[in-house]
């Protein structure tokens, strides 16, 4: 059980992170790679990506992500509030060689282990250039094979739970934003509760939290076993899926051709901050059959994304979505 025990002040600094970080996505979706569970979310992600990896850097990170249990901190640093990978890959291998030889000593006594560490886990405990460089290239490969040909999707997905969770501050403030994580996260003053592989008590002491949605984290939240004293402290959580998020875009094409008009235009302006199928029939006069069908349409082309919350469905827009909004010469007709 993972018990986080807030005070007044961590309350008042409570922040959800601005987007998927890379790095978590990285670990999450690593581990995630060879296991069978949630087959509807990601067993066509694993289809897609398994037949391109094998090489020196994929064995590397095999041997500093177990699929399950301790992981080294290192690999997952405070985030920089941004989507960059540079700047997170610059500050892993910027880690001290005291971090450093901690960590992967940790790893090597972790009970979850099934193979041995990797040959070069000395070189890099003592921090040698060549070592890290490795580690970097293993990073940066993987993330291009693995992560970044979906990074589209899973913004979008990261973004509709970033919209929900702005909903349930505007009708409750940080004790809502906090109660909206129910059930993965369970609050109740002044602990915010979790199912965990071991039992862990982490307390803020006025130093607030950064919840960060994760689309590869699965199941239950993840932290980080020693963050820094000088880091706000990290919790990761799972984001809902919808089903489906990998997209070939082969019907794309097909499905613009149906986006003319002007209520549908004037629908994805609208969803920018997030619209509910009721909103959107109240403020265009139009009936929720007529709502539904127009974001199905939407949504279809990859311009909008839809996901059940609780009693409604919210409507969000892509980053395609966006793209083609700003790239209109003019007005629909």
Do not use: K
């Not at 941004?82 to 960590?103: F, H, I, K, N, Q």
């Amino acid at each position: 059980m993972l018990r986080v025990h807030f005070t007044p002040d961590d309350v008042a600094r409570v922040r959800v992170a601005a987007g998927p970080d890379p790095l978590w996505e990285i670990v999450n979706s690593f581990q995630g790679l060879f296991q069978g569970g949630d087959a509807v979310s990601f067993g066509l992600w694993r289809q897609l990506v398994r037949p391109c990896l094998g090489g020196p850097g994929d064995r590397l990170l095999a041997g500093l992500l177990p699929g399950r249990g301790y992981f080294p901190d290192f690999l997952t640093p405070a985030p920089s509030g941004g989507r960059e990978l540079a700047a997170g890959l610059d500050t892993v291998l910027g880690t001290s060689t005291a971090v450093l030889r901690r960590d992967l000593a940790l790893l090597a006594a972790s009970p979850h282990r099934r193979r041995p560490l990797p040959d070069r886990a000395r070189s890099l405990a003592d921090g040698e250039s060549e070592a890290l460089r490795r580690l970097g290239s293993a990073l940066h490969g993987y993330h291009g094979r693995a992560i970044a040909p979906f990074w589209p999707q899973i913004c979008a997905q990261v973004d509709a739970d970033r919209a929900a969770r702005a909903r349930a501050v505007l009708a409750g403030g940080a004790d809502g934003l906090l109660a909206s994580f129910a059930p993965v996260l369970r609050w109740r003053w002044p602990v915010l509760e979790a199912d965990y592989p071991v039992d862990r008590e982490v307390r803020l002491h006025g130093r607030g939290v950064v919840l960060q949605p994760s689309f590869f984290c699965t199941r239950t939240p993840i932290t980080l076993a020693f963050p820094a004293a000088d880091w706000t402290p990290v919790l990761v959580y799972p984001v809902e899926h919808t089903p489906h998020w990998v997209s070939s875009g082969s019907r794309q094409g097909t499905e613009l051709g149906a986006l003319l008009g002007r209520t549908r235009a004037a629908i994805l302006e609208d969803v920018v901050t997030g619209r509910t199928t009721g909103e959107l029939a109240a403020r265009f006069g139009i009936s929720g059959a007529a709502a539904s069908q127009h974001t199905a349409v939407l949504r279809r082309a990859g311009l909008l994304l839809s996901v059940r919350r609780s009693r409604y469905v919210l409507h969000t827009i892509t980053q395609v979505g966006i793209a083609l909004l700003e790239a209109r010469p003019g007005p629909s007709v």
